[in-house]
């Protein structure tokens, strides 16, 4: 099963105060896919989530979600189809972690409607899926900063959405967790054809995850497509300003980008005159 939903942005422009922080910017989200955003600190990505997720409006363009812009739809509506795990989410003091995953079932609850089976069965197996099961009556201000974003994931989860927003839902996991919870919306894609959109800082783990990358810069889409044709050494310099070798990742195929730094070039071995001479 495939999600159809399409959403796109018309020469999209965001920014806070005086300041513009993408410009003109014109995408496509293809539907059914995982699409992963890169690009350097600052540089718009977080940006440009919250705007396709309507919490941020434009200064000019618009973000279209099948037909119609997404901040003319009714809240609620738009809750029922895309979901959003901002970079920072904040809990209610004291809250169980029960009850905030809960809260993902929000959306489509009805006006005096009551809690139904269906919303149990979405809360537990979101519970499940994140492996977050056993902290169900934990508050959420006593776990680790991991523990915090594997419940947070859940809560996303539970919305059963069909468009999918993360903005680095990796941090403060280890590198153990940062592959489960990247192989769970895998799963979650493949098994329900959840759109995902998410922004990721680990530009390997992009390339092996993502159907779709967005490389941006200075607010700009410098490169969008396979990670085979987005992930070059010219838009690792241009995007970051670092100079790399692309090789290919010996798990996946994928391309694996391998950094160089200014201490870490293997010297050159000079041979002596006499190397070639036989002893």
């Known amino acids: 099963m495939t999600t159809s939903h399409s959403l796109v942005t018309e020469r999209l422009t ?72 901002p970079q920072s989410p904040v809990a209610p003091e004291g809250i169980t972690v029960l009850d905030l995953v809960g809260r993902g079932r929000h959306p489509h609850q009805k006006l005096f409607s009551r809690w139904s089976e269906q919303d149990d069965v979405a809360v537990a197996a979101a519970l499940e899926a994140t492996q977050t099961t056993n902290l169900a009556a934990r508050a959420v201000d006593e776990l680790s900063g991991g523990q915090r974003q594997r419940v947070w994931i859940a809560m996303a989860l539970a919305q059963q959405t069909d468009l999918l927003f993360l903005d680095e839902p990796t941090t403060f996991l280890d ?54 044709e987005v992930l070059t050494e010219e838009s690792v ?26 201490h870490h070039i293997r010297p050159q071995v000079a041979s002596s005159p006499d190397s070639g001479k036989a002893r």
Request: with cysteine; hydrophobic share 45%; glycine share 10%.
């Open 175 to 228: 590198a153990a967790h940062q592959v489960e919870v990247l192989d769970l919306l895998t799963d979650l894609n493949r098994s329900r054809g959840t759109t995902i959109v998410m922004v990721l800082h680990d530009l390997n783990l992009a390339a092996r995850y993502a159907d779709h990358l967005i490389a941006i810069a200075d607010g700009r889409c410098h490169a969008a497509g396979p990670p085979a």
């Open 14 to 85: 965001l920014g806070y105060g005086d300041r513009v922080v993408v410009e003109s910017l014109d995408l496509v989200v293809p539907p059914g896919e995982i699409t992963v955003i890169v690009g350097a600190n600052a540089c718009g990505k977080s940006t440009l989530l919250r705007s396709l997720s309507r919490l941020l409006t434009p200064r000019e363009g618009r973000v279209v979600l099948d037909g119609k812009e997404v901040h003319r739809m009714p809240a609620k509506k738009l809750a029922r189809t895309l979901g959003l795990l």
């Open 237 to 262: 310099r241009t995007v970051f300003g670092l100079d790399s070798r692309i090789i290919e990742d010996p798990v996946s195929g994928r391309p694996l980008m391998l950094p160089i730094g200014r």
